[in-house]
């Protein structure tokens, strides 16, 4: 009965769990960008009573009997997959159709190019340019992309990260689908590719490590980043300018987790009910 116990435990604690997890999602259905989990159980110990036998010459095989000791988390995993594209009509707002990451980070020292800090990656697109009309996310953290070289047509790019910066008179502002940058220059009235977007793209997505606001990071499992420009060689998405990627929540699965965790939880809550009657019973034989 003690097992038992311990053993409803430890579902309770691993139901909560899933509720946890279920919980966040449903709270970040309409946040841009986020990446819903899925939460998975495995077996815990199991203590061996009697061991497997082979068959003999007089007798048939016997097989091992064991009895689990409950359940623990196996993992919490990303769910990498795209959400659905909303229509926006701001030229800043870009969503990535296909594989891919905004490569985004803060400025650690000046220079020309700045030295960045740590490099982070998201789907959400949702961008805008701040006091000094530099490209960035809504946290502040600046929208990494290569600097044009020279007009064309068709236009080059540098290989080094910088800032987007956006010329304060610059007018018809626009992004293709290939992340290259441009406006019109209002004295000339031509198109001046300003600099193009760049994106990132890992071994293992679901290996990425969540940071805040919808940021993720590389880690030891997710591989080392792939850098590239949309639409390029390497298999990267496009963008699309005017559009961003919302939430990939899906709220009936959701839901039907939650019924789940609670069942489960109020399962294993009988079973410890049920096992305090039992001890209850022995207690009474003693003081019979």
């Given at each position: 009965?003690?097992?038992?116990?311990?053993?409803a435990?430890?579902?309770?604690?691993?139901?909560?769990?899933?509720?946890?997890?279920?919980?966040?999602d449903?709270?970040n259905?309409?946040?841009?960008?986020f990446k819903?989990s899925?939460?998975?159980f495995?077996?815990?110990?199991?203590?061996?009573?009697?061991?497997?036998?082979?068959?003999?010459?007089?007798?048939?095989?016997?097989?091992?009997q064991?009895?689990?000791?409950g359940?623990?988390?196996g993992?919490v995993?990303?769910q990498?997959?795209?959400?659905?594209?909303?229509?926006?009509?701001?030229?800043?707002?870009?969503?990535?159709?296909?594989?891919?990451?905004?490569r985004v980070?803060?400025?650690?020292?000046a220079?020309?190019?700045?030295?960045f800090?740590?490099?982070?990656?998201?789907?959400?697109?949702?961008?805008?340019?701040?006091?000094?009309?530099h490209?960035?996310?809504?946290?502040g953290d600046?929208?990494?992309?290569?600097?044009?070289?020279?007009?064309?047509?068709?236009?080059t790019?540098?290989?080094?990260?910088?800032?987007i910066?956006?010329?304060?008179?610059?007018?018809?502002?626009?992004?293709?689908q290939?992340?290259?940058?441009?406006?019109?220059?209002?004295?000339?009235?031509?198109?001046?590719?300003?600099?193009?977007?760049?994106?990132?793209?890992?071994?293992?997505?679901?290996?990425?490590?969540?940071?805040?606001?919808?940021?993720?990071?590389?880690?030891?499992?997710?591989?080392?980043?792939?850098?590239g420009?949309?639409?390029?060689t390497?298999?990267?998405?496009?963008?699309?300018?005017?559009?961003?990627?919302?939430s990939?929540?899906?709220?009936?699965?959701?839901?039907?987790?939650?019924?789940?965790?609670?069942?489960?939880?109020?399962?294993?809550g009988?079973?410890?009910?049920?096992?305090?009657q039992?001890?209850?019973?022995?207690?009474?034989?003693?003081?019979?």
């Open positions: 009965m003690m097992r038992s116990l311990f053993s435990i430890s579902g309770l604690r691993a139901h909560q769990t899933m509720l946890d997890v279920t919980a966040n449903i709270a259905v309409n946040t841009v960008g819903s899925r939460t998975t495995k077996d815990a110990l199991s203590q061996l009573q009697t061991g497997a036998s082979g068959p003999s010459t007089s007798l048939g095989g016997t097989n091992a064991e009895i689990g000791l359940v623990q988390l993992a995993q990303n990498m997959g795209a959400g659905a594209i909303q229509s926006t009509g701001n030229t800043l707002d870009l969503a990535i159709q296909g594989t891919g990451w905004f980070a803060g400025i650690q020292a220079g020309t190019p700045p030295t800090g740590t490099v982070y990656y998201t789907r959400a697109g949702n961008f805008t340019t701040d006091a000094n009309d490209l960035v996310t809504q946290e600046y929208v990494l992309g290569h600097d044009a070289t020279a007009q064309g047509p068709p236009p790019f540098g290989a080094t990260d910088d800032v910066t956006v010329p304060t008179d610059a007018t018809s502002l626009s992004i293709g290939d992340g290259v940058v441009s406006y019109v220059d209002p004295t000339t009235g031509n198109t001046v590719a300003l600099a193009q977007i760049t994106l990132a793209r890992f071994p293992n997505e679901e290996g990425l490590q969540s940071a805040a606001g919808t940021k993720y990071e590389q880690s030891p499992n997710s591989g080392a980043p792939t850098v420009v949309p639409g390029d390497n298999g990267l998405g496009t963008l699309a300018s005017g559009s961003l990627e919302m990939n929540v899906d709220l009936a699965e959701e839901f039907t987790n939650m019924i789940e965790a609670q069942r489960g939880f109020q399962a294993n009988r079973v410890i009910t049920t096992a305090d039992m001890l209850q019973t022995l207690v009474q034989l003693g003081q019979g």
